[in-house]
């Protein structure tokens, strides 16, 4: 059964290189040829932001899309709001599979942190 094989199988760590978007972007001269970020992290939104400053300077018009769930970023030591501290000027829609809808930030922000909940930043209206 998977239970057996599961206990008698060995889990094992595998390390990955890492590396920022800012990186990425330059060393395949991509600087100013983002239009879109889908980032599913797990909780670590902060740092791959951090690692795409440049990026969003750059690209201006970019969208991002991005999993936010406050508790889970905050277990990993993270502040869940400092999210917001990447897009100043830009709007921000919840998004799900059957509506994309605006939010106002100074009104919304406390129920962003009920769950789960998918965003995207856009300087653009939708």
Request: aromatic share 10%; with cysteine.
């Amino acid at each position: 059964s998977f239970e057996n094989s599961l206990e008698k199988s060995t889990l094992k760590s595998l390390k990955v290189p890492m590396i920022t978007i800012d990186s990425f972007c330059h060393e395949n001269n991509l600087e100013k040829s983002v239009s879109f970020i889908k980032i599913d992290v797990q909780g670590y939104e902060i740092p791959v932001l951090k690692g795409m400053r440049e990026v969003l300077k750059n690209n201006p018009n970019a969208k991002i899309c991005l999993e936010y769930d406050a508790q889970m970023i905050r277990t990993l030591g993270f502040e869940a709001s400092d999210i917001f501290d990447f897009f100043p000027n830009y709007q921000v829609y919840s998004v799900t599979r059957t509506e994309i809808k605006k939010i106002n930030l100074n009104e919304q922000l406390k129920d962003l942190e009920k769950g789960y909940i998918d965003l995207l930043f856009t300087v653009d209206p939708l």
